[in-house]
């Protein structure tokens, strides 16, 4: 079973609108950690923030947020007024207690395509 | 400060010869990963070190498939008799080490393109 799902394969929107990427997860661990990753056309993924399964409050960061919902297992992230240079392909992963080891798992990918 | 560094860029090899894949891990990080993504595609887990530990093989996808790390530093990847689906992009990501059950954030490296003809 996928544990970290992607629903959204690919977005575009106008630059400056506000655009949300889901990300879904399954876990029977009560410790975990959730992370996204942007990977922008030049390649190389870059971390953006790590959150753990005990905290959820809200995180804000310049024009970006994260919704970390226990409830619905879900962990989206909101990019405010848009710009060209947020175009590039998001990852959720998860990451269980590391009881005999560090697997993270990796969802598929939202690609936002941000249009001038 | 130095990065995750993988070595080639890039590489065209021909079906069925060996390929070497290095990767230098942040100094100090103790876990290592390496992933697959071929094109278009999310993360495909390889493999995984994790100081003196054995490594988790588990994502291997066959046993053309190994890798090592020497020193607890340094690591290659090696796939033997390449096959055209072997191409894609492979990627080496290290991180800190683990605080009790607190998960270090991997860093990635700029990965390496390997074509297979």
């Known amino acids: 079973a996928q544990k970290v799902t992607q629903a959204q394969t690919e977005i575009s929107v106008v630059e400056k609108e506000d655009v949300t990427l889901d990300c879904v997860y399954e876990?029977?661990?009560?410790?975990?950690?959730l992370f996204w990753y942007k990977q922008p056309p030049s390649g190389e993924l870059v971390f953006l923030i790590r959150r753990n399964s005990f905290d959820e409050q809200n995180e804000i960061s310049g024009r970006y947020s994260w919704n970390f919902q226990k409830s619905t297992s879900s962990f989206n992230f909101t990019i405010t007024a848009s710009q060209v240079v947020d175009s590039a392909v998001y990852f959720c992963?998860?990451?269980?207690?590391?009881?005999?080891?560090?697997?993270?798992?990796f969802g598929t990918g939202t690609s936002l395509t941000v249009i001038p | 400060g130095a990065g995750v560094s993988q070595s080639p860029s890039n590489k065209v090899t021909e079906k069925g010869k060996d390929v070497e894949l290095r990767c230098d891990p942040i100094?100090?990080?103790?876990?290592l990963y390496w992933y697959r993504q071929s094109l278009g595609q999310g993360l495909e887990f390889l493999i995984y070190?994790?100081?003196?530990?054995?490594?988790?093989k588990s994502g291997l996808p066959s046993d053309r498939f190994s890798a090592e790390r020497t020193g607890g530093s340094v690591s290659t990847l090696t796939i033997q008799r390449t096959q055209q689906e072997d191409s894609a992009v492979y990627l080496c990501?290290?991180?800190?080490?683990?605080?009790?059950?607190?998960?270090?954030?991997?860093?990635f490296g700029p990965g390496t393109r390997l074509l297979v003809l």
């Open positions: 100094s100090g990080h103790t876990a």
């Open positions: 070190f994790q100081g003196n530990s054995a490594p988790d």
């Open positions: 992963a998860l990451s269980e207690a590391p009881n005999t080891g560090n697997q993270f798992y």
């Open positions: 876990t029977r661990d009560t410790t975990y950690y």
């Open positions: 990501a290290s991180s800190s080490p683990s605080t009790g059950r607190r998960p270090g954030t991997q860093y």
